[in-house]
């Protein structure tokens, strides 16, 4: 994939890969951002005065528009340096907690969401709706943090010696000679 | 003092180059100024996107403007004083460097404009508002805090 010309003129280009990182930065503030304002409710630390059910029924569409910029974009950057993100420790972090993250949001949409008309105005949040609320938040900081290292990899696969540990979890295969 | 002698002085400075010096300070100040920014931006496009009839609708838009209000302005500290950091570990690049102009310039633009113009605009009897007037709010307000984050990500490139 890294040999293909695609790749070699995005990460070569001067201005697409930029660009296209740039675009990235703006579905996040979207993605992110509304994604946080919705968890903040479930928690019932901001925008009480809204039915849980309004909220989500308003925000979660453009949270999936974001969501769909953010990958197509992030599937962009990948593209451009394919073997050494796969290697990447945190771009392998990242993949982890988004799976986490999907998954959050299946369990909350499938379980205490579907009672939400018993619970939409209540002062305190369902248990189910605040664990809800404060993994997705955790999981969605850990997943831009990973995100903003994958370009710092102090990890890489080149900078060897590494620890086995690391070297496991990267499946990199030092060759033991200098680069 | 010239204004390149205090970007000098900056850059010089102990906290400046204590971040240089270690390999995972920046980045970590870095993701943390990120996280800042992602915050920012729901803060602002849940009261701007109300403002274009987008989003939330049925609420009042002064509680709505009051409630994100918090998160924004809790958030713009976080940003300022991670900034700070990240800016007196390279001032002197930004000195050179456009975007940074450009990104302060949007900032100092975005923080007038959100807290005068919009500020009346989110505090005025909605029904006395004329909703043309409420969208070109918006839109300005997306534009320049977009330019502030782009702005930002675009110092990163050389």
Known sequence: ?179 | MSLLAFFQWCEQSGIGAAIRRSSWLFPVIEAIHLLGLGMIGGAVLVVDMRLLGLGLRRQSLAQLARDAQRWLIGSLIVMIITGTLLFLSEAIKCYYHAAFWMKMASLFLAIVFTFTVQRKVTRAEEARMSPVWSKVVALVSVALWSGVGIGGRWIGFS
């Open chain 1, 1 to 179: 994939m890294g040999d293909s010309s695609w790749s070699t003129g995005l990460h070569e280009s001067r201005y697409a890969y930029d660009l296209i990182e740039s675009v990235h930065v703006w579905a996040l503030c979207l993605f992110f951002g509304l994604a946080v304002m919705f968890d903040l409710r479930l928690l019932g630390w901001t925008m009480r005065s809204i039915p849980v059910s309004e909220v989500a029924r308003r925000l979660l569409p453009w949270t999936a528009v974001g969501f769909v910029v953010m990958v197509i974009s992030g599937a962009l950057l990948f593209s451009a340096i394919p073997l050494r993100s796969y290697q990447n420790i945190f771009f392998r972090a990242k993949m982890i907690m988004l799976v986490l993250a999907g998954l959050n949001v299946w369990i909350f949409h499938s379980g205490v969401y579907r009672r939400v008309t018993t619970w939409d105005l209540d002062r305190i949040t369902p248990k189910a709706a605040r664990v809800a609320g404060a993994l997705s938040l955790v999981l969605w900081i850990c997943i831009v943090l990973s995100g903003r290292m994958i370009a710092y990899n102090w990890f890489d696969c080149d900078r060897q010696p590494q620890p086995a540990i690391i070297n496991f979890l990267t499946s990199c295969v030092p060759d033991g000679s200098d680069h």
